[in-house]
């Protein structure tokens, strides 16, 4: 599946996401918008999806051999990659832990705003909301450093490689088995997605027994279940991206060598399946400012106040409506 057009098609996606991304930067670091908690945690998540486009670059459109000048094609790509595999692998790792807790706390968040609305205003502030961040950056750095370690580079008079070092499923069984199978899908997969799910499934009844006395409720209150609607999309935009990859990520768990030990055929189908999980990765982290541009009005009249020459009030409802 490594195709002109496949390579294009990332090239694409990654652009429009980029723009799409430093948009909502623009629109989330608003002073209007800085009021409301959910307005940090959606800043922060444009941010950590801008670095992913970025570093999607050369993790996911550079390996393309149309790419690279014909003749030294070999050696710089391989020199490239090595570079890659080496040092910004980690960093795209550490960006997508980042972009799964993120997603975990602005789930919690509107959970406690339509479960629990009498605590949200207490339970997350702009401050709070800005500590919780530190503490997910921190803490994803601590947790994927280690991954600077999986492989080893080496130089020789014309280009550069890697060899696995900890990535070295025979030698170093114990971190193949323990962190890069285990512990990496618990706390990646199964621990987030399980938090997710449970907290929308009581959003979601929440919502549906209120749309049914939808007269009752205060404006403020609906603009919560707008934005909440909105956010659910989201979320579920962001599990069904990020399926196929937790899919893999087991296979490749469980039978180390799949994908290159294989039969040609089964190789070819497994890196089919790999361009499109990597493109889905991708397309998640384009598809969000997308979804505000549709649901939200607050977040579309920000966007022409920054293409209208006239000088626009500030916007003083809620994120919504």
């Not at 997508?96 to 705003?113: D, K, N």
């Not at 280690?146 to 130089?155: D, M, Q, S, V």
């Not at 449970?198 to 007269?215: D, E, F, G, K």
Request: with cysteine; hydrophobic share 50%; glycine share 2%.
């Amino acid at each position: 599946m490594e195709t002109v057009w496949l390579a294009w098609v990332f090239v694409v996606v990654i652009v429009v996401g980029c723009l799409g991304n430093l948009l909502s930067l623009y629109v989330f670091s608003r002073p209007h918008m800085r009021t409301a908690s959910i307005s940090v945690f959606l800043c922060a998540l444009s941010f950590v999806d801008l670095v992913l486009l970025i570093l999607a670059v050369p993790t996911f459109v550079a390996p393309y051999e149309q790419f690279w000048e014909y003749g030294r094609l070999d050696t710089r790509r391989s020199t490239f990659l090595a570079h890659v595999w080496k040092f910004v692998y980690p960093v795209n790792l550490t960006m997508q832990t980042c972009s799964v807790y993120v997603m975990v706390m602005i789930t919690l968040e509107r959970w406690t705003a339509v479960c629990r609305p009498l605590q949200v205003r207490a339970c997350y502030t702009p401050r709070k909301s800005a500590f919780i961040l530190l503490i997910i950056f921190t803490s994803a750095c601590a947790y994927n450093f280690i991954r600077f370690f999986e492989y080893r580079l080496k130089h020789t008079k014309n280009f550069a490689y890697v060899t696995t070092w900890l990535r070295d499923s025979e030698k170093y069984w114990w971190y193949y088995v323990g962190y890069y199978t285990v512990l990496y899908n618990l706390t990646h997969f199964l621990i987030p997605f399980s938090i997710i799910a449970v907290a929308n499934v009581q959003i979601i009844v929440v919502l549906y027994r209120s749309s049914q006395t939808r007269h009752k409720l205060t404006g403020q209150q609906q603009r919560e279940h707008s934005t909440t609607l909105m956010l659910l999309c989201v979320t579920m935009v962001f599990v069904s991206c990020n399926t196929l990859p937790f899919i893999l990520n087991i296979v490749e768990g469980v039978f180390p060598n799949v994908f290159v030990s294989s039969g040609e055929d089964d190789i070819l189908i497994a890196n089919t399946m790999i361009d499109i999980s990597n493109l889905l990765v991708v397309l998640n982290s384009t598809s969000t400012f997308v979804i505000y541009l549709f649901f939200s009005r607050k977040y579309c009249q920000t966007v022409t106040g920054l293409f209208n020459l006239k000088q626009q009030r500030p916007l003083r409802y809620s994120f919504m409506t």
